[in-house]
């Protein structure tokens, strides 16, 4: 069965430090990656996807950028963390062509 | 301009009784519809999906019906249970869309009360 990893749980960083957040998806092939973001209150945001090895679209611009080293691993990063990048991260996959998207636990991210 | 909305930002039922979240698009190009739960501090769980060419689909205590003509869906869960206690999103996407790329509303958080 698939699953996907989504680590760490929550996280507190300070202004202007850098942000790595990682995502890896078990016992599927190829599949498309993506990240949220969800607001207090609000629905999720999607910030990136990816098709594949090192293809990266990005939804809305922003400070952060994201990377897909291997087939299986997502990458969400940040050089300089600002306050406004506080809130629930969510990694998520889907198959080609799939009609419903898998996501992670999520994190929490604190910017202080 | 916010293309998936729900109304309804909390609903609170007794058990065992009918629970009703809806949601509303304004987006014409939408015909496949998901309903995502998600319980605090983890990631959504899809529930059911509808698509365009029906205009309901039931699972189990779960039924979906979609009505083209006003662009609203509608969620149906009976009988409540506490469990069902969570964030509920919909979400829309264009046929061919890959479903990860859907359009999601704000959430409306259910409260099942014993």
């Known amino acids: 069965s698939q699953t996907i990893h989504q680590w760490p749980a929550t996280l507190v960083q300070p202004v202007g430090s850098p942000l790595s957040l990682e995502c890896t998806v078990e016992g599927t092939s190829n599949p498309n990656l993506y990240w949220y973001r969800q607001a207090a209150g609000r629905g999720l945001q999607l910030l990136f996807y990816?098709?594949?090895?090192?293809?990266i679209s990005s939804e809305v611009p922003q400070n952060l950028s994201a990377s897909r080293p291997q087939d299986r691993q997502f990458i969400l990063s940040s050089k300089k963390l600002l306050l406004s990048d506080s809130g629930f991260y969510l990694c998520?996959?889907?198959?080609?062509?799939?009609?419903?998207?898998?996501f992670g636990q999520g994190t929490r991210l604190t910017v202080v | 301009d916010q293309q998936v909305k729900q109304n309804s930002p909390s609903l609170s039922v007794q058990e065992g009784r009918i629970s009703i979240l809806n949601c509303d698009y304004t987006?014409?190009?939408?015909?496949?519809f998901l309903w995502y739960k998600k319980y605090p501090a983890e990631g959504p769980t899809f529930l059911i999906s509808?698509?365009?060419?029906?205009d309901k689909n039931e699972d189990g205590r779960f039924t979906v019906f979609l009505n083209k003509s006003a662009k609203h869906l509608s969620l149906h869960i009976v009988p409540s249970q506490p469990g069902d206690s969570a964030v509920y999103f919909c979400?829309?996407?264009?046929?061919?869309?890959?479903?990860?790329?859907?359009?999601f509303g704000d959430g409306t958080t259910l409260t099942v009360k014993p």
């Open positions: 998520a996959w889907t198959a080609k062509g799939g009609t419903e998207a898998f």
């Open positions: 979400a829309a996407s264009e046929w061919g869309t890959n479903a990860g790329k859907s359009t």
């Open positions: 990816s098709v594949g090895i090192g293809q």
């Open positions: 509808i698509s365009s060419i029906k």
């Open positions: 987006n014409s190009m939408f015909d496949y």
